[in-house]
């Protein structure tokens, strides 16, 4: 079983720095279990610490999901079969972003803002459009309340230094361009390092990057080189460089008036 996305049912920060932790080792090169954590918050958290937890965490690999109030809503039947409704932690909200962002339905390239989230009612409080903005803006994935539906408001990591590391799709699509760079490479694995290999390595590595621009999955890639690695006769360095698909997350709009006969 491959596992490229965990859910800790817990609302602990303790706990939430132990899986980021084991996410970015088992990210590594060493392990090359490449996963992500999704993580909730407990019911009645304000937004300012939602705000604080992403901060404290800090990793492309780390994402607070954040309904208005921390928690939601849900409905089930009672003996009799009349509905309840009771509250419940966030990490059943981070549990249902988790099911949309693994559907099969999408592929690794797809932003999942405004994708809508299904299994609970509503969120445990209220939250204003600019506080959900703010909030958002320092590295937490809002969920907007726009019942019946729940809406991501932006899906972003809690690292938001830069867009390489703070939308989560990107993340998604380096480490699926790295398994499948792996898949293509195996069959190197054991042949003679004869003149030719290098060129017979870069031509699979061109031909994955070509089907994964196909697939939309990458805009475009350059400078697929294969070289003998100086420091070990028995390795092959190979080195390239890609552009992911980016999701469009703002559309600014300027409107000029004027007096000029058109």
Not at 12 to 27: F, I, T, Y
Not at 100 to 113: G, L
Not at 114 to 123: D, L, N, S
Not at 193 to 212: M, Q
């Amino acid at each position: 079983i491959r596992v490229h996305t965990l859910v800790p049912l817990t609302t602990s920060p303790a706990g939430a720095a132990a899986l980021k932790a084991h996410c970015e080792r088992l990210s590594g090169p060493i392990f090359a279990a490449e996963r992500r954590a999704v993580l909730g918050m407990a019911v009645g958290a304000t937004p300012e610490q939602a705000r604080d937890y992403a901060a404290s965490l800090q990793s492309s690999r780390v994402q607070v999901i954040y309904p208005a109030g921390g928690g939601v809503v849900v409905a089930l039947p009672d003996a009799q079969g009349r509905e309840v409704e009771y509250p419940l932690d966030g990490f059943y909200a981070a549990a249902a972003f988790a099911g949309i962002d693994s559907s099969p339905r999408y592929d690794v390239a797809e932003p999942m803002t405004r994708k809508q989230v299904v299994g609970y009612r509503r969120p445990t409080g209220s939250m204003t459009k600019t506080v959900a903005t703010i909030t958002a803006n320092a590295g937490v994935t809002v969920l907007d309340n726009l019942e019946p539906v729940q809406r991501v408001h932006w899906s972003i990591s809690t690292d938001n230094r830069s867009v390489l590391v703070r939308e989560t799709n990107v993340t998604k699509i380096g480490d699926h361009v790295q398994l499948r760079q792996r898949q293509v490479l195996d069959q190197f694995i054991g042949l003679k390092n004869l003149r030719r290999r290098a060129a017979e390595v870069e031509d699979a590595v061109s031909g994955l990057y070509t089907a994964l621009v196909d697939a939309e999955v990458i805009v475009a890639f350059r400078g697929v080189r294969v070289f003998q690695d100086p420091a070990d006769a028995t390795s092959l360095v190979v080195e390239s460089t890609y552009r992911p698909v980016l999701a469009i997350n703002f559309l600014p709009v300027r409107n000029y008036l004027t007096l000029d006969e058109f």
